[in-house]
């Protein structure tokens, strides 16, 4: 393995275990934020895509990257943000997808179904399962997230929107 190749899966090992602020039982690898780690001339360059853009925790994403490389033994890197192609639904892998709904937030539909707030299409209850839900509010607790409510087993839950 070259130099170079061994820095790229020492960093990518540090930024995949950099946890989400907003949802920290996830990563920021499994959330899709993360779209690339490459080295360029012994510098570890890191590309993350918001999963909105002015979302207020792309910096603490960004100085906790940089944190964890620096914690890794790599001094040399950089974080930059990358707007396009904008982030979607479709990048959370399905892990993450299981441990939302382990935390009782319903996970998104597939990014072609529409975006969550004019979508149709009933969201299981990540509690009992149940299609029998309502919006209470596109707000949650977060701007990724909607307050819903399971008419079967009465628990509030979030969603995570669908973009």
Same mark, same amino acid.
Not at 64 to 88: C, H, N, S
Not at 112 to 133: K, M, N, Q
């Given at each position: 393995?070259?130099?170079?190749?061994?820095?790229?899966?020492?960093?990518?090992?540090?930024?995949?275990?950099?946890?989400?602020?907003?949802?920290?039982?996830?990563?920021?690898?499994?959330?899709?934020?993360?779209?690339?780690?490459?080295?360029?001339?012994?510098?570890?360059?890191?590309?993350?895509?918001?999963?909105?853009?002015?979302?207020? !925790?792309? %910096?603490? *994403? #960004?100085?906790?990257?940089? $944190? +964890?490389?620096?914690?890794?033994?790599?001094?040399? /890197?950089?974080?930059?943000?990358?707007?396009?192609?904008?982030?979607?639904?479709?990048?959370?892998?399905?892990?993450?997808?299981?441990?939302? !709904?382990? %935390?009782? *937030? #319903?996970?998104?539909?597939? $990014? +072609?179904?529409?975006?969550?707030?004019?979508?149709? /299409?009933?969201?299981?209850?990540?509690?009992?399962?149940?299609?029998?839900?309502?919006?209470?509010?596109?707000?949650?607790?977060?701007?990724?997230?909607?307050?819903?409510?399971?008419?079967?087993?009465?628990?509030?839950?979030?969603?995570?929107?669908?973009?």
């Amino acid at each position: 393995m070259s130099p170079d190749e061994d820095l790229r899966k020492r960093a990518e090992a540090a930024v995949a275990a950099v946890p989400d602020p907003e949802l920290p039982f996830l990563s920021v690898a499994e959330l899709g934020i993360v779209r690339e780690v490459a080295v360029r001339d012994g510098r570890v360059e890191v590309a993350i895509t918001p999963t909105y853009t002015g979302c207020p !925790a792309t %910096a603490v *994403i #960004a100085a906790d990257v940089g $944190a +964890a490389l620096r914690k890794a033994g790599i001094a040399d /890197a950089w974080v930059r943000t990358v707007l396009a192609p904008a982030w979607t639904t479709d990048s959370l892998s399905e892990g993450a997808r299981a441990k939302l !709904a382990d %935390a009782g *937030i #319903a996970p998104p539909g597939p $990014a +072609a179904r529409g975006h969550v707030l004019f979508d149709a /299409a009933p969201i299981a209850c990540p509690r009992c399962g149940s299609e029998a839900t309502e919006r209470l509010s596109p707000f949650g607790s977060t701007p990724c997230k909607a307050l819903h409510r399971c008419r079967a087993c009465g628990e509030p839950f979030e969603a995570f929107k669908c973009l």
